[in-house]
């Protein structure tokens, strides 16, 4: 239907387009994914040609030695491939610190970059490594873009062509539309290429904290620190009684009326 629009818009010229909008009418009835744009050129493309898009993640549990000694290694080895910290996140407990890191490589350092961070620390706990073929994905959205793009720019040729507003006014709604579904598809292209181009490990370290028990102090020691126990028990007692002194100041008048009263009698 575009192609036959555009052929009528050439042959028959602008002024027969401002007396009758049919044309244009009948075109924008369509909806917008039935409206193929002009073929692209053929392409000879073979299996062979296709390069595979792949997007590489993995995950490193380490038991470290020494947390930061072990933490700077990794940055080392990291700044060294070219990548970059994502996120790093640190959880401290009384027995246990452990570091969570993640980390972008370029997609072909990633496996030297794993197989470095498996020596780093005492042991390894647990590690995984997860490789998903996103070519179709890549293809797919590849295709969309262009398509998308060529349709837009076979509506532009016809805005130029409309004199009347109400085409001019349909026409530019439409491409409207066509643009935010070109943003969309960009936008999926450019984090689909980031996360093939840039691949994510997760790197978890862990170290135990060892509690330092007290030494037995020796007898003598024991009892000098009693002394000074005791004298401190003393401290708070005479402190106890000075708080008290209205309780015991009542007391006593209380009893001293009471005695004098007995007395009397």
């Known amino acids: ?3 036959s629009c555009g052929q009528n818009f050439s042959d028959s010229g602008t002024s027969e387009i401002g007396h009758d909008g049919e044309n244009f009418e009948e075109l924008l009835d369509i909806p917008l994914t039935e409206q193929p744009p002009p073929p692209p050129p053929p392409k000879n493309i073979s299996a062979n040609e296709i390069s595979r898009k792949l997007i590489k993640s993995g995950r490193l549990e380490l038991e470290s030695k020494n947390f930061q000694k072990d933490r700077q290694v990794i940055l080392d080895y990291l700044g060294k491939f070219g990548g970059y910290v994502e996120q790093e996140n640190e959880n401290n407990s009384e027995f246990r610190k452990t570091l969570f890191l993640t980390i972008r490589i370029p997609s072909n350092s990633f496996d030297s970059m794993f197989i470095l961070s498996t020596a780093v620390g005492r042991k390894v706990i647990n590690r995984s490594v997860n ?3 996103a070519t179709l994905r890549y ?4 295709a969309s873009i262009e398509s998308s793009k060529a349709l837009e720019n076979r509506y532009r040729e016809i805005l130029k062509q409309a004199n009347s507003i109400k085409d001019i006014l349909e026409i530019e709604k439409s491409l409207n539309s066509i643009r935010a579904e070109i943003d969309l598809y960009e936008s999926r292209f450019r984090n689909l290429s980031s996360k093939i181009s840039y691949s994510s490990l ?3 370290l862990s170290e135990n904290v060892t509690v330092a028990e007290n030494p037995d102090l020796g007898y003598l020691n ?4 009693s002394f000074g126990y005791g004298w401190k028990g003393l401290g708070q007692f005479l402190l106890g ?10 007391a006593g008048l209380i009893g001293f009326l009471i005695r004098r009263r007995i007395k009397k009698k």
């Open 131 to 133: 490789v998903e073929d």
């Open 222 to 225: 024991k009892l000098i620190n």
């Open 1 to 3: 239907m575009i192609f």
């Open 241 to 250: 009684i000075v708080s008290i002194w209205p309780f015991i100041l009542v």
């Open 139 to 142: 293809l797919d959205l590849e």
């Open 202 to 204: 997760e790197i978890i």
